[in-house]
């Protein structure tokens, strides 16, 4: 048989052009352009009568036009019948594609398939003069049209609740066969798993298996064997089981819904095909101690069913354990332990009603509980929802959940009258008032009054006597009743006064008894004695003169407590004591001074006003001296002072006063030399003489020693 011819290409793929790879089943061949010509006929391919393939290249170059022949009558020669297809490389290294079928026709055995390619148009045939591109030639194995494979379903096997091992026989009929097992509730199946051994191959029967997990308990099954290969498909015969009966499937999952007291238990439940009963467990420990039933139950089917369960009355802030349950004909199912805290939520606090009330006392109730937070107990109460006044709760602080009696004792009410309170919790979660309630103080009579204690002997003008009484029971109010002139100064409608006597007030009765809302107490009486206050007089110089001692002023005798006072201008120098009723005074400085006094007479009653006697203080008189301050010695000076006094008297140093004395002149003849004075006191027209002299500074001048022979002046200015 004559060989197969080739193209011919007049440039070949020198410059990238042709095929750079060639893929068919187990061909894969990467071709590197060493000639226009490759023969890969070494390379070998197997392909069935009647199915279908799929061709891929590359090219080295772009626009790239590829034809693939096979000589299906294996005449050696690629008739025109025998391209299987084409495909244009329109870019290089990229992947092309052709699909074919081989033909019924085709004889089967070893032939050949050639590749060939030209630059912008298709080759000419199979064995064309080309230009640029390149031909490659391999074999392939054309194998006669495949036989179906035989089928068996067999018995399942190691059938659980869930699982299950599906069986079957094959035999390959020489084809490689992939098998499968068809699974479900009918005879549609639905599922599909693969057999452990598949593909099978040759020609001998072979058993295969195959893992179904994921069943429903309990359920019918219907299930076959299925073979595929390129002769065709087998179906096994339909064969069922039924899974075991199973406990349920539980799953607790997160709780919502949660609050200080309730919450919503979460979970799903899979019945496994037996109806089962949910609930769920909760408590403060994995030992839970609660238990409440699910919604819904019972749960049917093998479907997953989200189940809940609503709590209530749960403690506030407080850590739940829970878990759901599930219960059918196999058995009990416990899931998984999860815990949530409920929130923190005030007090709850609830004002009861008042207790133990009197005329001016009652007793507040309430109850509170904490709801697990330290709280803080009180009791607001007033006269209007307004409350005004706060007192602290018996126990003051609470902690834990249970509902606990709180109370409040108040004293010092006003008797007959309705006061407001409630009771007020207060935690870290925020404040809760309780409802406001009223309650009415008792009215009664007043009792009647005990001794009044205070001074029975007081003084006109008398102030701050302080007069009481012991408290007077069930009285809103006192009622006292003073001696014509006394007047209440603190105190009034207390039952303790404080009382001044002005002058004048008068002796009798004092008197006090107890207002009471619904009658007045009898009255308690004391007899006050009013004593006339002291008057004291003083008596004493009505003039005097500065520095002047032995000033007396005198007031009554036989008296005690004598309070004296002096001007800022005297001195005393003696009595002026409290056991004294004389002050003896030197004045100091001139004006008008004045003497007080003020004493307890026998009564023990001081004056109204102290006594106050003033003296005209004059002042002393302030001489001058006029004449000579630098005389000569032995002449005579005249030196003169104010007239119209009395009383003067003149001294000198270092001289004679030789006329005047007792006058307001003088005559002075100075005998020695040097700094002398002169100086003159006096009275006058007040009585007041200057108790310091005053004195004029002189200077002598010596005079001339006079001879026998001397004649004429002897000092100037003599």
């Known amino acids: 048989m004559a060989q197969y011819c080739l ?35 070494a390379s070998s391919t197997n392909l069935t009568i ?11 170059y772009s626009s790239t036009y590829v034809n693939v022949y096979i000589d299906y009558n294996h005449n050696n020669t690629f008739d025109g019948t025998e391209l299987i297809g084409q495909v244009i490389c329109t870019a290089s290294a990229t992947n092309y594609t052709i699909n074919f079928t081989v033909p019924g026709t085709a004889l089967s055995g070893s ?36 036989t179906p494979p035989t089928v068996n379903t067999t018995a399942a096997t190691a059938i659980t609740a869930t699982t299950a091992t599906l069986n079957g026989t094959v035999n390959a009929n020489g084809s490689s066969t992939t098998v499968t097992f068809q699974y479900g509730l009918t005879v549609a199946y ?8 598949s593909p099978v191959t040759g020609a001998t029967l072979t058993s295969v298996t195959g893992a179904a997990a994921g069943l429903s308990p309990n359920t019918l099954y219907h299930y076959r064997c299925v073979g595929v290969n390129a002769g065709g498909t087998t179906n096994g015969g339909d064969m069922t089981f039924t899974t075991l009966t199973a406990a349920p499937t539980m799953v ?47 749960v049917t089917g093998s479907s997953v069913t989200p189940i809940t369960g609503p709590v209530t009355g749960l403690l506030p802030n407080t850590l739940y354990h829970f878990r759901c349950n599930g219960i059918n004909v196999v058995g009990p199912t416990y899931g998984n332990d999860m815990t949530f805290t409920t929130l923190q939520i005030p007090p709850t606090v609830t004002t009861t009603a008042a207790t133990g009330v009197t005329a001016t006392t009652a007793t507040m109730n309430g109850t509170v509980n904490a709801n697990n937070l330290s709280t803080n107990v009180f009791f607001d109460y007033g ?3 307004a409350y005004g006044s706060t007192v602290a709760g018996v126990p003051p602080t609470l902690t834990g959940t249970t ?117 007045n107490g009898s009255p308690s009486f004391l007899v006050v004695n009013v004593n006339a206050a002291a008057t004291p007089t003083l008596t004493g110089p009505s003039s005097t003169c500065v520095g002047s001692t032995g000033n007396v002023y005198t007031t009554q005798a036989g008296n005690t407590n004598y309070v004296w006072s002096v001007s800022a201008g005297g001195v005393v120098t003696a009595g002026g004591g409290a056991a004294n009723n004389t002050v003896t005074v030197t004045w100091t400085t001139a004006g008008s001074q004045c003497v007080t006094v003020n004493y307890n007479n026998a009564a023990g009653c001081t004056g109204v006003s102290p006594a106050t006697y003033c003296t005209t203080v004059n002042p002393s008189p302030v001489p001058t001296i006029a004449g000579n301050n630098s005389p000569c010695t032995a002449l005579t000076n005249v030196y003169t002072t104010q007239t119209g006094m009395t009383g003067y008297s003149w001294t000198c140093t270092g001289g004679s006063i030789t006329a005047g004395q007792g006058t307001s002149s003088v005559t002075v003849v100075w005998n020695t030399s040097g700094a002398q004075t002169v100086c003159v006191t006096y009275t006058n027209a007040n009585g007041c003489s200057n108790s310091v002299p005053v004195y004029d500074s002189v200077t002598v001048i010596q005079g001339p020693t006079l001879n026998n022979n001397d004649t004429g002046l002897i000092c100037v200015r003599s």
């Not at 298709?122 to 049209?145: K, Q």
């Open 383 to 385: 006269l209007t929802v």
């Open 111 to 146: 032939t050949r398939i050639r590749a060939l390619t030209e630059w912008l148009g298709y080759p000419t045939g199979p064995c064309g003069a080309e230009s640029y591109g390149n031909c490659e030639d391999f074999s392939v194995n054309l194998l006669g049209a495949a």
């Open 403 to 519: 509902l606990t009696n709180v109370s409040a004792n108040l004293t010092g009410l006003t008797t007959n009258t309705t006061y407001h309170f409630r009771v007020r919790g207060v935690s870290s979660a925020g404040t809760t008032n309780g409802s406001d309630m009223t309650f009415t103080t008792v009215c009664n009579t007043a009792g009647s009054a005990g001794a009044i204690t205070g001074a029975t002997q007081v003084c006109n003008g008398g102030t701050g006597y302080v007069y009481s009484v012991p408290a007077i029971a069930n009285a809103n109010s006192y009622a006292w009743t003073l001696p014509f002139g006394a007047i209440v100064t603190a105190g009034a409608n207390t039952n303790s006064i404080t009382v001044n006597y002005p002058n004048p007030s008068f002796s009798g009765n004092m008197a006090v008894y107890g207002i009471g809302c619904s009658g």
């Open 190 to 197: 639905g599922s599909t798993i693969t057999a452990a051994q």
């Open 7 to 41: 193209p011919t290409y007049a440039t070949g793929c020198t410059y990238g052009d042709g095929l750079t790879l060639f893929q068919l089943g187990t061909i894969n061949q990467s071709i590197t352009c060493t000639a226009s010509y490759h023969d890969f006929t």
């Open 50 to 60: 009647g199915n279908g393939y799929t061709i891929t290249v590359q090219s080295g």
């Open 252 to 298: 607790t999952s997160a709780a919502t819904a949660i609050t200080g007291t309730t919450a919503t238990f979460n979970g799903t439940a899979n019945a496994n095909n037996n109806s089962t009963t949910v609930s769920f467990d909760f408590g403060p420990t994995i030992a839970y101690g609660s238990g409440i039933a699910g919604i819904p139950s019972p």
